[in-house]
């Protein structure tokens, strides 16, 4: 059952180290949804990404952050300098197309401690 | 500011004791709403997507309704493994999930 597939599942890093999240979408999806779920918070929407584009990423914060969805290969979210407040759990979410009718299927997520 | 509310926070029901779980939502030209399961160390779970105000859709102990300013999820008969967090979602006028904190269920035996 070829689900979302996020890795690593768990990762550690030390202040002013840069992070890097993987997402390989369901097979056939070609739409990619990023979100982060501090502690005690809800799950919050950081990016959107088809192939080779960001469509909306009015979720990211203005510094640091970046994320990639490249022709072949998966989605990248990448977190340079993290500090304390990165500390969370990230979700993906992959659907076959944007829209009403596609609901959004989630990975398992990959929690981001920071020392 | 648009926002997605879930009450309770929390719930602790005996097996076989049915109850609601309430998602109110402020968000204007509502498209849909979603409705997820989370359990513990595990992504959500998509369970219902519900389009217009009065729609129903049933899915073994779980039917979910929609109004013009909220929806229910109703748990039926429930059973230990039902225990998990329910979380409501809805879109506007972008694919992007707006979500609420959820309501933890306990289902005890």
């Known amino acids: 059952n070829a689900g979302v597939m996020q890795n690593p599942r768990h990762l550690v890093r030390r202040r002013g180290q840069e992070a890097r999240l993987r997402c390989s979408p369901m097979?056939?999806?070609?739409?990619v949804y990023w979100y982060r779920q501090l502690p005690e918070e809800g799950l919050k929407f950081m990016v959107y990404?088809?192939?080779?584009?960001?469509?909306?990423e009015s979720g990211m914060p203005k510094e640091r952050f970046s994320a990639e969805f490249p022709k072949e290969g998966p989605s990248i979210l990448r977190i340079q300098q993290v500090v304390r407040g990165d500390s969370a759990a990230y979700f993906c979410?992959?659907?076959?197309?944007?829209?009403?009718?596609?609901?959004?299927?989630f990975g398992d997520g990959t929690r981001l401690s920071i020392l | 500011e648009d926002q997605v509310t879930q009450s309770p926070e929390a719930l602790r029901l005996q097996e076989g004791e049915s109850s609601s779980l309430n998602c109110s939502y402020t968000?204007?030209?509502?498209?849909?709403l979603f409705w997820y399961r989370q359990d513990p160390g595990k992504g959500p779970e998509f369970l219902f997507t519900?389009?217009?105000a009065g729609e129903e859709k049933e899915k073994e102990r779980l039917k979910a309704t929609l109004t013009k300013k909220e929806s229910f999820l109703h748990i039926t008969a429930p059973k230990p493994e039902d225990s998990a967090t329910y979380l409501c979602?809805?879109?506007?006028?972008?694919?992007?999930?707006?979500f609420g904190t959820g309501t933890r269920l306990q289902v005890f035996p």
């Open positions: 979410a992959s659907s076959p197309a944007g829209g009403l009718n596609q609901p959004q299927h």
């Open positions: 519900l389009y217009s």
């Open positions: 097979k056939g999806h070609s739409h």
């Open positions: 979602a809805v879109t506007y006028n972008t694919d992007k999930l707006i």
């Open positions: 990404l088809q192939k080779e584009n960001i469509i909306d």
């Open positions: 968000v204007s030209g509502l498209r849909g």
